[in-house]
Nanobody, 127 residues
Framework: QVQLVESGGGLVQAGGSLRLSCAAS????????MGWFRQAPGKEREAVTA????????YYADSVKGRFTISRDNTKNTMYLQMNSLKPEDTAVYYCAATLTSGDNYYYTGTYEYSYWGQGTQVTVSS
């Protein structure tokens, strides 16, 4: 069992930056593949970026490539999302998610593949 708590959301102007954090409880954080998802009003939740448990494999949605960076610090049980060059279309509630792995080196991009979710943090980008 793991609990996830996001922080770092807020209001920013287009072109600005934000850094989201996802703090996880528990002692086996390094065994969890992690991901960041977002959901805008009236839209389905979508994968933004995902990382394998070791951090060795990373996925980015085309819409955020070159602007967003996922990272994790297994010593602090924390995952991060650095968001640069933000656009109004990045406005959404951002969720972190975790799924326990058997030590594989895969990332996961489907919402159904994650067992644990944070409560979400609002990111609003004004034009």
């Amino acid at each position: 069992q793991v609990q996830l708590v996001e922080s770092g959301g807020g209001l920013v102007q287009a072109g600005g930056s934000l850094r989201l954090s996802c703090a996880a409880s528990g002692r086996t954080f390094s065994r969890y593949a992690m991901g960041w998802f977002r959901q805008a009003p009236g839209k389905e939740r979508e994968a933004v970026t995902a990382m394998s448990s070791s951090g060795g494999r990373v996925y980015y949605a085309d819409s955020v490539k070159g602007r967003f960076t996922i990272s994790r610090d297994n010593t602090k049980n924390t995952m991060y999302l650095q968001m640069n060059s933000l656009k109004p279309e990045d406005t959404a509630v951002y969720y972190c998610a975790a799924t326990l792995t058997s030590g594989d080196n895969y990332y996961y991009t489907g919402t159904y593949e994650y067992s644990y979710w944070g409560q979400g943090t609002q990111v609003t980008v004004s034009s």
